[in-house]
């Protein structure tokens, strides 16, 4: 099982940027996924989900409105589009599979957003 | 949302000795189908988390039977039986019964003494 996220770097307040998520290594396309975020030196937030089809999508507070989850199940791979940027969402961005599947769950490396004038 | 309170905030351990961390719901993580889905995570420094822990008491595979998860309700214990030098890290505990949001606890730092 993989999960390489790619997509993040430095941007202004503001601006915008794409995440990506490639999966290998399981059946992507039968499970819910996630993305989790963790700001330095401090703890784990979830962002946000989506269903396997993508017609159910469910966001943080924190990010409602301003970020965008998607999927594309021929390629395998999870997006968060992030619109409006602030400096409290520089972060490391982790896709991760479903939290309450007995015996498999995984985190990817990770891809980090720095949100800085 | 559901609130968890994890303590202590940092554990100092000698190697070969027990740990325990206590995680503390704002309410009750038992679903509607029967099931608590309460998870515990480790994070190694400068690595990615790691579950351990599922449904309370449940060890994913690979992970040494020195861990166990145990409680019910509100009140939920991670412990290590013997630390040893490679569980160094920050635990979280998390609910995935009402959500969302799903929701960590704040962490617990486990260091050697």
């Known amino acids: 099982v993989q999960l390489v996220e790619s997509g993040g770097g430095l941007v202004q307040p503001g601006g915008s940027l794409r995440l990506s998520c490639a999966a290998s290594?399981?059946?992507?396309?039968?499970?819910?996924m996630n993305w989790v975020r963790q700001a330095p030196g401090r703890g784990l937030e979830w962002v946000a989900n989506?269903?396997?089809?993508?017609?159910?999508?469910k966001y943080a507070d924190s990010v409602q409105g301003r970020f965008t989850i998607s999927r594309d199940n021929a390629q395998s791979s999870l997006y968060l589009q992030m619109n409006s940027l602030r400096a409290e969402d520089t972060a490391v961005y982790y896709c991760?599979?479903?939290?309450?599947?007995?015996?498999?769950?995984?985190w990817g490396r990770g891809t980090p957003v720095t949100v800085s004038s | 949302e559901v609130v968890l309170t994890q303590s202590p905030l940092s554990l100092p351990v000698t190697l070969g000795q027990p740990a325990s961390i206590s995680c503390r719901s704002s309410?009750?993580?038992?679903?509607?189908?029967?099931?608590?889905?309460l998870n515990w995570f480790q994070q190694r420094p400068g690595q990615s988390p790691r579950r351990l822990i599922y449904?309370?008491?449940n060890r994913d595979s690979g992970v040494p039977d020195r861990f166990s998860g145990s409680g019910s309700g509100t009140d939920f214990t991670l412990r290590i039986s013997r630390v040893e030098a490679e569980d160094v890290g920050v635990y979280y505990c998390?609910?995935?019964?009402?959500?969302?949001?799903?929701?960590f606890g704040g962490g617990t730092k486990v260091e050697i003494k």
């Open positions: 998390m609910q995935g019964t009402y959500w969302p949001p799903f929701t």
């Open positions: 309410q009750s993580l038992v679903h509607s189908d029967g099931d608590t889905y």
């Open positions: 449904k309370v008491s």
């Open positions: 991760t599979s479903p939290f309450t599947v007995d015996n498999f769950q995984h």
């Open positions: 290594g399981f059946s992507f396309n039968t499970l819910w």
């Open positions: 989506m269903n396997q089809d993508g017609s159910d999508k």
